[in-house]
């Protein structure tokens, strides 16, 4: 009877724990509304002007919407994007929407794989994952560290100007759906146990 209730227990903190993650996964359609495509505005520099837009976070979802006509492959290695040897792929998707998941840090690679369209319209993307974060504060902006004389401020007066007639602004949804998430599982877990 214990190790049927050990087992529950561990099975309960795994469930928990992916469920922690999947929280904080955010999902981002690549090139936004205009989608996949080889005749973006702005050509090869579009993609990659979209990505320095975002922090992508391990665990997080790129949704590539596509016209038949393209696919999206994952290249390799970075000689590979450069080059657009689309050869060196991890498979070729040629279904839209094409969801894929970004499972571990550092670099990806994407390119369409029909002839031309890498090279010559530039569609291509590179994106750089970082480990996934459980923290939901922004980033200071920049310029942040001093006051309009050009001295640093003390951190007691570094809190964020307040306009007149303006509110404070409200948690991000993202903490308090983790904090949901939390509760929800410690009662989901105590509830198994109560039954074993």
Not at 68 to 79: K, L, M, R
Request: net charge negative; proline share 6%; glycine share 10%.
């Amino acid at each position: 009877m214990g190790q049927l209730h050990n087992m529950a227990s561990l099975i309960t903190i795994a469930v928990a724990a992916t469920i922690l993650l999947n929280i904080e996964a955010a999902e981002y359609t690549v090139g936004d509304g205009t989608g996949w495509t080889n005749s973006a505005s702005g050509g090869a520099s579009f993609y990659s002007n979209w990505a320095s837009n975002i922090t992508f976070r391990e665990g997080d979802i790129l949704v590539f919407r596509f016209s038949t006509g393209h696919t999206v492959a994952e290249v390799t290695d970075q000689a590979s994007f450069d080059s657009c040897n689309v050869n060196n792929n991890s498979g070729v998707i040629n279904t839209s929407p094409a969801r894929i998941t970004l499972n571990h840090t550092g670099e990806f690679y994407f390119v369409c794989t029909v002839q031309g369209h890498c090279s010559n319209g530039g569609q291509k993307l590179s994106v750089n994952v970082t480990v996934t974060s459980t923290s939901t504060a922004p980033s200071p902006s920049p310029g942040s560290g001093t006051t309009d004389n050009g001295t640093t401020p003390s951190p007691e007066s570094q809190s964020p100007p307040t306009q007149p007639g303006s509110t404070p602004s409200a948690p991000s949804p993202g903490s308090a759906s983790s904090l949901v998430a939390t509760f929800s599982l410690l009662l989901l877990s105590l509830l198994i146990n109560s039954f074993i």
